[in-house]
């Protein structure tokens, strides 16, 4: 599929409100402490509010539902939203949640990101799809985010 | 970004039920009569009873929110869905573009469970056709 890097995001995670578990498997709430966003059309700011509400299934795998607003350097919000997937052999997994430092590769974490603006600059954003790739660090993730051409 | 083929999806749309202008947009909903899939580790047909639930945004976007059931050739159903968009005003319109996800209890197509897909459109005059690749 004809894709284009639309940009990178890198979000501080804050701390999680762990929930425990819920009929749907065990709830977590990351916060979004704040962050950076860069790619050739748009760079800015994470804003400090938002968060990652992720489920962890009964099969192992981590559904992820993340919200939250970028502040471009020219002063427009956009909200950003995405689903996805994390999920990988158990030792990648558990190195993940002692906080190391692994190959993005050797798990598979994928999100779809869609965005909102009413800034008229940047209304291309509301007409694409995106896939996004992540790497999960010690303070949270990077997220190389590419729009389906 | 990394893909690799999935499936090829053929819808058959029934007459649309035109909702009207709704508080989000005009809502046209698409019935699925039937269709059929096949990939190299999967085929079979759509069931009937889906739909499209369409929205046509202010912008002119229109939002899709799919749900389906596909019944495999070997008898695994499987529960998809995807959201995208269909916007006709685009340089290459239609730029007819959605995510997949699927959830199966049939073990051999469990992989489906683990993986998001991104899907590329066209409108034939029997019904959209998807191209759908899993996101590597």
Redesign the interface.
Same mark, same amino acid.
């Given at each position: 599929?004809d894709?284009r890097l639309l940009m990178t995001v890198q979000v501080a995670v804050v701390g999680a409100q762990k929930i425990g578990a819920v009929p749907l498997g065990g709830r977590s709430i990351g916060r979004i402490g704040g962050g950076r966003f860069e790619g050739p059309r748009l760079r800015g700011r994470v804003l400090p509010e938002g968060g990652d509400w992720t489920l962890l299934r009964s099969?192992g =795998?981590l559904e992820l539902d993340l919200r939250l607003t970028l502040e471009t350097d020219d002063h427009a919000l956009i909200d950003m939203w995405s689903?996805?997937?994390r999920?990988g052999p158990p030792d990648a997994i558990a190195a993940l949640a002692r906080g190391e430092v692994i190959d993005p590769s050797a798990y598979?974490f994928?999100?779809?990101p869609?965005f909102r603006t009413g800034h008229a600059k940047y209304?291309f954003l509301?007409?694409? =799809?995106a896939?996004a790739?992540g790497d999960r660090r010690p303070d949270g993730p990077i997220y190389t985010i590419?729009e389906?051409l | 970004?990394q893909?690799r083929p999935l499936m090829k999806l053929r819808l058959e749309t029934g007459p649309t039920l035109d909702v009207g202008a709704a508080p989000e947009g005009t809502r046209v909903t698409f019935p699925i009569g039937g269709g059929s899939f096949d990939g190299d580790r999967l085929r079979g047909k759509v069931l009937p009873g889906g739909a499209d639930w369409t929205v046509k945004r202010a912008?002119g976007?229109m939002e899709l929110d799919l749900r389906v059931t596909l019944e495999t050739e070997d008898g695994a159903l499987v529960y998809m869905t995807f959201?995208?968009?269909r916007?006709d005003g685009?340089p290459d319109a239609p730029?007819l573009?959605?995510?997949s996800?699927f959830e199966t209890a049939d073990a051999r197509y469990?992989f489906l469970?683990?993986?998001?897909a991104?899907g590329?459109g066209v409108i034939r005059t029997e019904g959209p056709e998807h191209a759908l690749?899993e996101?590597l």
């Amino acid at each position: 599929m004809d894709a284009r890097l639309l940009m990178t995001v890198q979000v501080a995670v804050v701390g999680a409100q762990k929930i425990g578990a819920v009929p749907l498997g065990g709830r977590s709430i990351g916060r979004i402490g704040g962050g950076r966003f860069e790619g050739p059309r748009l760079r800015g700011r994470v804003l400090p509010e938002g968060g990652d509400w992720t489920l962890l299934r009964s099969d192992g =795998i981590l559904e992820l539902d993340l919200r939250l607003t970028l502040e471009t350097d020219d002063h427009a919000l956009i909200d950003m939203w995405s689903f996805g997937l994390r999920h990988g052999p158990p030792d990648a997994i558990a190195a993940l949640a002692r906080g190391e430092v692994i190959d993005p590769s050797a798990y598979y974490f994928r999100t779809a990101p869609r965005f909102r603006t009413g800034h008229a600059k940047y209304a291309f954003l509301n007409r694409l =799809i995106a896939v996004a790739s992540g790497d999960r660090r010690p303070d949270g993730p990077i997220y190389t985010i590419h729009e389906i051409l | 970004m990394q893909t690799r083929p999935l499936m090829k999806l053929r819808l058959e749309t029934g007459p649309t039920l035109d909702v009207g202008a709704a508080p989000e947009g005009t809502r046209v909903t698409f019935p699925i009569g039937g269709g059929s899939f096949d990939g190299d580790r999967l085929r079979g047909k759509v069931l009937p009873g889906g739909a499209d639930w369409t929205v046509k945004r202010a912008d002119g976007v229109m939002e899709l929110d799919l749900r389906v059931t596909l019944e495999t050739e070997d008898g695994a159903l499987v529960y998809m869905t995807f959201a995208g968009i269909r916007d006709d005003g685009a340089p290459d319109a239609p730029y007819l573009r959605t995510i997949s996800r699927f959830e199966t209890a049939d073990a051999r197509y469990a992989f489906l469970n683990r993986l998001l897909a991104v899907g590329k459109g066209v409108i034939r005059t029997e019904g959209p056709e998807h191209a759908l690749e899993e996101v590597l």
